[in-house]
């Protein structure tokens, strides 16, 4: 009798354990599923800024022509999206750093970046200043990559 409740006792363990993993991973996936989520309202945010800021629109449309100077009042604002850029990318690093993200959105991030840096070079000597300005992030994959962009480009 002692050996039947025993087996019974290690059954029972077994499969709390494999409730307990079971949840674990419910629980995991709903952590991705969230962070991802997370992600794409960032996104969303930003470029909704953009569409509903008609001179900001304007201001990034115009830098589209490398002969563009941006100075003033529009450096300031360009400054501006250029540090919502780069907010908007670091929690995408970070996640898919932590197994949070999966590779098709971290590759989007740097697709992302090289837009910005191919498509409007007016903006890059503003891209320029703003990493000298932060020369502790010189190690982080966000600055070094638009570092070689900004080197290509």
Do not use: C, H
């Not at 001179?55 to 990034?60: D, G, K, Q, S, T």
């Not at 300031?76 to 995408?92: C, G, K, M, T």
């Not at 690093?93 to 970046?113: C, H, K, P, V």
């Not at 992030?137 to 990559?145: A, G, H, K, M």
């Amino acid at each position: 009798m002692r050996q039947v409740v025993e087996v019974i006792s290690v059954i029972v363990v077994v499969l709390s354990l494999l409730f307990v993993a079971y949840q674990i991973r419910q629980s995991n996936d709903i952590a991705i599923a969230a962070n991802e989520n997370e992600v794409r309202n960032n996104y969303a945010t930003f470029n909704e800024a953009i569409m509903l800021d008609t001179y900001l629109a304007e201001l990034i449309y115009k830098s589209e022509d490398p002969s563009f100077v941006i100075e003033g009042r529009d450096r300031v604002i360009i400054e501006n999206y250029i540090a919502r850029a780069l907010n908007s990318w670091r929690p995408v690093i970070t996640s898919y750093e932590r197994g949070l993200l999966d590779q098709i959105s971290y590759d989007a991030a740097f697709d992302d970046m090289r837009f910005l840096i191919e498509t409007y070079p007016a903006m890059r000597p503003l891209w320029r200043d703003f990493m000298g300005d932060y020369p502790s992030r010189s190690d982080d994959p966000i600055f070094t990559y638009i570092a070689r962009l900004l080197e290509e480009n």
